[in-house]
């Protein structure tokens, strides 16, 4: 082997990576144990609308173990998802010292059932939280089975798209387990919208009460209190006991 030059220089090298190897996994277990790389400063990307602070700082501690090269990041985000308005986290290191969170909140657009901690975002997500009553009372009302939430909140936003050349909002909404819509508009009217028909879909249904609505509707003296849309070729209208098909 001492005649053969070339394998001498290979092992040599191959020795040469390996203590190299060794160094740099000695030097990675130094980074990670040492206690002198701490992280000092938590900074938050932006301002949050409904999380306090008082509930991060809460939380936070129990996860922010190890130093700026071990802490578990899983952990962290783990933590502050669990808080009722957080939706998302994302975390980043930032040399040498510094851990920045970004936080996406829950934006509430409805409320949700029967509870009042109950809301909807705008992903059509079901979570748990109290909003503020002013901003509670702003939002409407969305009542469907369990899971049929984005459904709900898709069908919301076009019924008020329908009644807003009516200048009327729909501010409950209502999926039945039969799957039969209900409307309840922000003058009082109740609307039976019904359930999905394939000679007579609700969509087909809506826009024929509309269209007439301003005529049959805007000029009574006594606005009905219930109008029903189950009808496949029209609907009926009640006014203080008195029932009219049309």
Do not use: C
């Not at 809301?119 to 702003?138: D, K, R, W, Y």
């Not at 039976?192 to 000679?199: A, L």
């Not at 269209?211 to 609907?235: C, H, I, M, Q, W």
């Amino acid at each position: 082997m001492w005649n053969k030059p070339q394998l001498l220089n290979t092992i040599a090298d191959l020795l040469i990576l390996a203590a190299t190897a060794a160094l740099l996994a000695a030097a990675l277990v130094w980074l990670v144990r040492v206690p002198s790389l701490p992280v000092r400063q938590v900074v938050f990307a932006q301002e949050l609308a409904h999380t306090r602070r008082a509930e991060i700082e809460q939380s936070l501690p129990g996860a922010l173990k190890g130093n700026f090269f071990s802490l578990n990041l899983e952990a962290v985000r783990g933590e502050l998802e669990k808080l009722p308005w957080v939706r998302k986290v994302e975390l980043r290191r930032v040399w040498p010292a510094r851990l920045e969170i970004k936080v996406e909140e829950h934006r509430p657009a409805a409320r949700w059932g029967e509870g009042r901690d109950e809301l909807v975002n705008t992903f059509g997500e079901v979570f748990a939280a109290t909003a503020p009553e002013e901003e509670a009372s702003a939002l409407p009302l969305l009542y469907g089975p369990q899971g049929t939430a984005p459904e709900v909140l898709k069908r919301y936003g076009e019924f008020v798209g329908s009644f807003k050349v009516l200048n009327q909002r729909p501010v409950q909404v209502t999926l039945s387990p039969r799957l039969a819509w209900q409307l309840k508009l922000d003058n009082g009217m109740l609307v039976e919208v019904g359930r999905e028909q394939p000679k007579s879909p609700v969509g087909v249904r809506l826009q024929r009460f509309i269209e007439v609505y301003p005529e049959l509707v805007g000029k009574r003296a006594t606005r009905p209190s219930v109008v029903d849309l189950r009808y496949p070729n029209g609907f009926a209208i009640r006014v203080a006991g008195e029932v009219k098909g049309k």
